[in-house]
């Protein structure tokens, strides 16, 4: 059996292990809780694991572009949900074309991208469309309930539509904010005598909220492998971080310097919490830090001069986030322990059209 | 002929007219200046590009990696620099491999770097090896002079190995600095008695430094497309940037906000100067930066309200730092104006290995 020092590096390790424990925790929570888990498989890229996520017991997967839908349907995922405003001609020919084959739903949060649906989908085969709701993240969706109102409108009036329900990308920490946003939501769509299928929200950061409140469905992603900043926000524990990057040590110019051959090409510049002082990447077992990374070289400065690591050392790295980083290579290898058990293409890797 | 606008997005657009003058101001530059132009190809990843900068008078060509020495070699390339401390045994066995069918330069900073070398290379087919110098930028490079001349006996004693010349990563707005540096060491090498083959240095941020100091080759990289640290470092003018993203504008929440299809999975997080408050692109055309980025949104903050862009406009963006940027895409389109002239796998990408 291969072992990890058989790998060359900088390469991507996934201990099954962990992924399989964050995964359970994950669906108990909800099952508890009682709300449906959707994860957001941006975060790992691979049919493999989104199968073991279903198998679980998730409702289906979330992904963040058409084409990672397509390469996870592809795979054989049949329930996808795809919270985007899918724009364009090509798009929503490739759109159609998916909602033939699969059980689909997408967002929408302007009349435009509404329209565009409308003109495309059919009676025969409607598409399922959620209104996006900004209920302070500050990014996508509609800014009022009477807008969400009006958009549900557009999309019953249509007839190749359904209205799926409401969705949100909350605001960190602000579960409290997006229910109190939605309750609203509700009331108003009570009165208007609208029904609303689902009301999906949820992410990582707030993973462990207590369910109850109008929110029927999550879409955690990061948590199958965790990261830096997923620890920086107490919501696991490094020991729990299931992705690393195996560097090896390629220069020790100086008795506290430490340069690795893993940089922005394959660690990624993303900050925990905004704060670039924090460095791009823990080394595993430590407390040491990546300092500073140029494209092809990480930088790690001990606190006080020491002979290890040496020249050739292997050093794995936990880092800030790991969606971008499964993004930065074509392959993972899982491992159990220190032994390689396989190697999987990022199937969805770089599908961000 | 297709233009831009049957492109689907997001997608690297790369304008030929704009390479073709940045890389012949460059290569008349290095002319006048008198110092070899040895282009870093880690920016661009593409052999079809590599091989033009050598049509145009380069030496050859640099990379960062192993793996996109290998893809480059494979192209056809047949002189390449890997300023890089190649270190494990399976690396090293690709090294032999590579040495044996190209003009091929490496670097080493460490004795235990040049002793892998040293028991992998033979006097049939020896491998030609530089000292990489930390003459201020602090990452790799042997601190002193005295080290230096030290690692070039190691080097000189081993028989498969041939002492190649000295090699900085200048710090930014350092070629005095490095200058200096070099000049102390050439006096030390002169007085030992051994022969300073090249001394190679450069990066874009310097590239317009006049010639005739001790470095006689440079390495840029950027110039090729420029992005935004380089216009910030008044090397190139907004006009001279050849990489945009192309991007389709999916929602318009407020007056105010604008958000595309190109999040940090397509743009990168990496700051200019280090400041992420400056944004993550800027709008071809425009003064509007990307405020802020997801994975796969972005976000524009107009100043004044504004009913343009609407939802499936398009916008091009020239990011931060373009050489991050390449790395994402599995292919970019070659435009002239608004056609359409060539799409081309990015050879290199993902060769961090």
Excluded at 228 to 256: E, K, N, Y
Aim: glycine share 8%; proline share 6%; with cysteine.
């Amino acid at each position: 059996m291969p072992t990890i020092a058989d790998l060359d590096t900088p390469t991507i390790l996934i201990d099954i292990d962990r992924v399989e424990a964050n995964l359970k925790r994950a669906q108990d929570h909800a099952d508890k809780e009682g709300y449906a888990l959707r994860p957001h498989t941006k975060t790992h890229k691979l049919p493999y694991f989104a199968k073991r996520q279903i198998e679980l017991g998730a409702k289906g997967i979330t992904v963040q572009k058409l084409g990672e839908a397509e390469v996870m349907a592809d795979a054989g995922i049949d329930d996808i949900f795809l919270p985007y405003n899918i724009v364009g001609d090509k798009k929503l020919a490739r759109l159609k074309a998916l909602n033939e084959r699969i059980t689909l739903s997408v967002t929408a949060d302007s009349p435009d991208t509404i329209a565009g649906y409308a003109r495309t989908f059919t009676e025969g085969k409607p598409l399922t469309v959620l209104i996006e709701c900004d209920t302070g993240a500050g990014r996508c969706g509609v800014q009022t309930q009477a807008q969400a109102l009006a958009l549900a409108r557009q999309i019953e009036a249509a007839s190749g539509l359904r209205f799926g329900g409401l969705m949100t990308y909350p605001p960190k920490h602000g579960f409290a904010q997006s229910d109190a946003w939605f309750n609203d939501a509700l009331a108003l769509f009570k009165e208007a005598g609208i029904a609303v299928p689902r009301v999906t929200a949820g992410n990582s950061p707030d993973m462990w909220t207590p369910g109850g409140g109008p929110v029927t469905e999550r879409r955690p992603g990061t948590y199958i492998y965790y990261d830096r900043m997923q620890v920086r926000d107490q919501v696991a524990s490094v020991d729990d971080c299931a992705l690393t990057v195996l560097a090896t040590v390629v220069s020790r110019p100086t008795g506290t310097r430490v340069v690795i051959d893993a940089g922005s090409k394959s660690l990624a510049y993303d900050p925990v919490a905004g704060d670039l002082s924090l460095g791009h990447g823990l080394v595993m077992g430590t407390e040491l830090v990546v300092k500073s990374l140029s494209e092809e070289h990480g930088v790690i400065e001990m606190p006080v001069a020491s002979d290890w690591p040496r020249v050739g050392d292997r050093l794995r790295i936990i880092p800030n986030h790991v969606c971008v980083v499964s993004n930065l290579f074509d392959s993972v290898t899982l491992i159990s322990g220190d032994e390689v058990k396989d190697t999987l293409p990022v199937a969805s890797r770089g599908r961000t059209d």
